[in-house]
């Protein structure tokens, strides 16, 4: 079992920035690869960005393609979205997910975070 909270959600600007953290507790975090997702109220979760179990593949979709970055410290269990340049379609519940492969697939992971909710005011 791999236990995931993230933190770091909140009310921001357009144009703004935040860095959410998924902590991982239980199971070796560097055996998983880590996924972040969104769902936004009305619509499906949607693959955000994903990262190799060692840090050195990373996949983003096209809509966050150099505005977010995922990045990990194995050392310190724990994986990070830096999402900058902020826009009100950002606007989504965040979840962070852990499985033996990085993925755009919801489907590939089998443990998940209780989500955070980010609010991108215009």
């Known amino acids: 079992q791999v236990q995931l909270v993230e933190s770091g959600g909140g009310l921001v600007q357009a144009g703004g920035s935040l860095r959410l953290s998924c902590a991982a507790s239980g199971r070796t975090f560097v055996a998983y690869a880590m996924g972040w997702f969104r769902q936004a109220p009305g619509k499906e979760r949607e693959f955000v960005a994903a990262?190799?179990?060692?840090?050195?593949?990373?996949y983003y979709a096209d809509s966050v393609k150099g505005q977010f970055t995922i990045s990990r410290d194995n050392a310190k269990n724990t994986a990070y979205l830096q999402m900058n340049s902020l826009k009100p379609e950002d606007t989504a519940i965040y979840y962070c997910?852990?499985?033996?492969?990085?993925?755009?697939?919801?489907?590939?992971?089998?443990?998940w975070g209780q989500g955070t909710q980010v609010t991108v005011s215009s």
């Open positions: 990262i190799s179990r060692s840090g050195g593949s990373t």
């Open positions: 997910a852990a499985g033996p492969r990085s993925s755009r697939s919801p489907w590939d992971y089998d443990y």
